[in-house]
């Protein structure tokens, strides 16, 4: 951190990674690719398009079109050439332990992710039977590929706010025991159950922490009126649970670093009678985080969660470039253009941040 002759404050970081991102597809990537390329190096892109990725092939055209809509970019050529889409397969009832044996090969795919069917936005394809994918979980182990979780339950019966508990005391436990060195990624958690759980484990399990799971509970989406732009899955829970998150994200313990899970829907999708998960943050990710570290004098920690212990966990160098961080307010934009004259409306849309990001 370098403190400048005026109040100014500057803070350069080395360039940041999103370990969970969801560009999407198409006309979409216009929009997406542009943020992400702004601010991350490597992003690891989530495979829940429909129809998803679900093998190398899928992969390698997904990458190529992101690839493409990064070219046409108003962005330095610096950041076009640092930008390393990182591609994920989408683990379905069906995916083959050749599959994984091709994506491990293949040098863009960075890892595989479990939707429990039915979680979340596009996961239908999902997996049912999680016994059915010992095979899978075997070759994973084999080859070095991290297995990323959306970790929670679906059965109708389990209340909302408890299905990420649920799937790490029924499900993840047993798995662990059974696949001790696959290298497991409990995505975007909620909760202080979840943080125990990923402390109590080995080195081959890690967490990644939202922006929105760090600022905000559920008092923000449902006191006062229901807020849509609050509402992700796994869902946000009580302030007890965002105070534990907050302690570890800045805690400098390795196990827990970046992954934004900024996921756009347009505005009719989010302001509906029933309305998308997901929250947008990926043209603010990195001055939101600042805002969440700064919040408990933690500032100093921001380096290590955004730009080593992600590299670290997957086994891959940090970055060589800096970005700089500045303490002169943000204002979030009220939203974004998005594809077909729609609007997407980011996490925070019109609020002030305290910190904003140098331009170069
Ligand atoms: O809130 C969410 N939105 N959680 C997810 O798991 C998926 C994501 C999306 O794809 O929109
Ligand atoms: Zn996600």
Redesign the pocket.
Known sequence: MTATTDSTIELTLLQPDDWHI?LRDGAALSTTVRHAAASFNRVIC?P?LVPPVKNIVDARSYRERILQHLQACDLSPERKVAFDPRMTLYLTDHTTVQDIEAAAQSGIVQAVKL?PAG?????ADGVTDINACVDVFEAMEKHDLPLLL?GEVTHDHVDIFDREKRFLDEVLAQIIVKFPTMKIVVE?ITTSDAADFVLAQGNQVAATITPQHLMFNRNHLLVGGIKPHF????ILKRASHQKVLLDVATSGNPKFFMGT?S???PIDAKESACG????YSAAAALPLYATAFDSVGKIDKLEGFASRFGAQFYGLPVNQSTITLVNTPMQVPTHYPYFDGRKLTPLMAGETLPWSIKSQ
């Not at 979680?119 to 996961?123: F, H, I, K, L, M």
């Not at 509402?231 to 796994?234: A, D």
């Not at 998308?276 to 929250?279: D, V």
């Open positions: 969801h989530m829940n939707y979680a979340t936005t596009n996961s959306h975007h509402y992700c899955l796994p899970d996921a756009p829907h998308c998960a997901g929250c």
